[in-house]
C-alpha cells in the first residue's frame, strides 16, 4: 500500500502532465489563430449594423426597390435598417478593376494580405437583398442591394455632403462613422467601428436603363472610400489602396470619391447619450451619372470590407463592430429644372 504522500505526488504528477498538455495545446491554437486572425475575426465580427438610405426631396427625387428586375413602389426614402437586420457579418474581399468583381483575400503568417483566392459573384457570394429578402446564400462576403432612381427632369445625380443635425445625431447626407457604443462601467463611449469603418467600402453600379427597365449603353463603377485621412496607427494623409491588378489604387481616379474623416467626441461633462459630431467632406466631385425624364438608373450598392486597405488590420479581432453607413442622393440643381434652389 502506498503512502499518502506517494499517491498525493502521484495525482500531482498527472494533473502536471494534464496542464502541459492543455498549455501546449493552448500554444498551438494560439499559433494557429495568429497566423489568420487577419481573415478569422475580420470575417466573423464586423457587420454593418445601421444603413440609411436616404433621396432628397426637395430635388423631387424618387427612389424604388428592386422588384425581380423592375422598379418597385416609388418613394422619396428606401429605409434598409430592418433589411440589414440580420445581414451576414463582412468577410474581407477586394475589389479588381480588370475583371469588374469581388475576390476573397488570403492572409500570410505575419497577418498581412499575400494574395486572393477565389473570385466572387453576386449569384453565389452576396448578401442580395430584393423585396426584403436574404439571397438565400450561406456563403456572404459583402452586401449588394439593388434599386432604383428616377427624376422628373435632366440633373446630375451626386452624393450629398454630410451634414451634423444636432449633437445627439450623426446627421444627414453621405458619411460612414463608427457607432459610439456607451460604457457604463468607463464612464465613456467607445468606437464601436474599432477602425473598421476606414476599410469599409461603399461601390455604386449604375446602369441607365429606358422607362421600361431596358438597359442604355456601358454601366458604370464608381468607388466611395469614406475616412480615407485617418488611420489605426494613428498616421494621417491619404493614401492609395493598391490593387491586385497592380496597380496604385483601386479603380481610375474619376469613379473614385473619397471624403475626410466623420468623427464624434465625448461632451463635457460625459452624457451616455450625446457626443459631438464633425462630418467628413468630399474632396473632388461627386457625380454619379445623368438623369433625364426618359431614363431610370438601376444601381447596385455594394458594401464591403477591402482587405486591401491599409486599415484592415487584426486592431478589431474578437470585438462585435458597428458601423453606420448613411447615403443621401442629390441634385445638380443649375440642371434640373424644378424651380426649386437649396441653402448652401
Not at 463635457?268 to 468630399?282: A, D, H, I, Q, R
Not at 447615403?327 to 443649375?334: R, V
Request: charged share 15%; aromatic share 8%.
Amino acid at each position: 500500500m502506498k503512502h499518502p504522500m506517494q499517491l498525493r505526488q502521484r495525482q500531482l504528477n498527472k494533473r502536471t502532465k494534464v496542464y502541459l498538455m492543455f498549455f501546449a495545446l493552448a500554444l498551438a491554437t494560439v499559433a494557429v489563430i495568429s497566423a489568420s486572425v487577419a481573415w478569422m475575426s475580420i470575417s466573423r465580427t464586423p457587420i454593418v449594423s445601421d444603413l440609411g438610405l436616404t433621396v432628397l426631396t426637395e430635388n423631387r427625387l424618387e427612389i424604388a426597390p428592386d422588384e425581380n428586375g423592375s422598379p418597385g413602389e416609388w418613394d422619396a426614402v428606401l429605409d434598409l435598417s430592418t433589411i440589414l437586420e440580420n445581414v451576414a457579418p463582412l468577410k474581407t474581399v477586394t475589389y479588381s478593376q480588370s475583371h469588374d468583381g469581388f475576390y476573397a483575400m488570403s492572409y500570410g503568417l505575419d497577418g498581412r494580405a499575400d494574395g486572393v483566392t477565389v473570385a466572387l459573384t453576386d449569384a453565389n457570394n452576396a448578401n442580395v437583398r430584393s423585396n426584403g429578402n436574404a439571397s438565400g446564400t450561406p456563403d456572404g462576403y459583402y452586401i449588394a442591394i439593388p434599386f432604383w432612381l428616377r427624376a422628373p427632369s435632366t440633373a446630375n445625380i451626386c452624393l450629398s455632403e454630410a451634414k451634423a443635425v444636432d449633437e445627439e445625431r450623426a446627421g444627414s447626407g453621405t458619411y460612414v462613422i463608427g457607432n459610439p457604443v456607451w460604457n457604463g462601467s468607463a464612464v465613456t463611449h467607445e468606437n464601436g467601428g474599432n477602425g473598421l469603418e476606414n476599410a469599409l467600402r461603399l461601390g455604386f453600379r449604375c446602369q441607365t436603363t429606358d422607362l421600361d427597365g431596358n438597359p442604355t449603353g456601358q454601366s458604370r463603377f464608381v468607388i466611395y472610400e469614406p475616412n480615407a485621412d485617418t488611420h489605426v496607427d494613428g498616421s494621417t494623409g491619404y493614401q492609395e489602396t493598391p490593387s491586385i491588378d497592380g496597380g496604385n489604387s483601386l479603380i481610375g481616379q474619376d469613379n473614385l470619391i473619397w471624403q475626410t474623416t466623420s468623427t464624434w467626441n465625448e461632451t463635457t461633462p460625459v452624457l451616455s447619450n450625446e457626443v459631438l459630431y464633425k462630418m467628413g467632406e468630399f474632396q473632388g466631385n461627386t457625380q454619379l451619372f445623368q438623369i433625364t425624364p426618359t431614363t431610370m438608373e438601376k444601381i447596385t450598392l455594394y458594401v464591403w470590407l477591402e482587405g486591401q486597405d491599409v486599415d484592415c488590420v487584426n486592431a478589431a479581432a474578437a470585438y462585435p463592430t458597428s458601423i453606420l453607413a448613411n447615403i443621401q442622393f442629390t441634385t445638380n440643381e443649375e440642371d434640373m429644372n424644378t424651380g426649386i434652389h437649396r441653402d448652401n
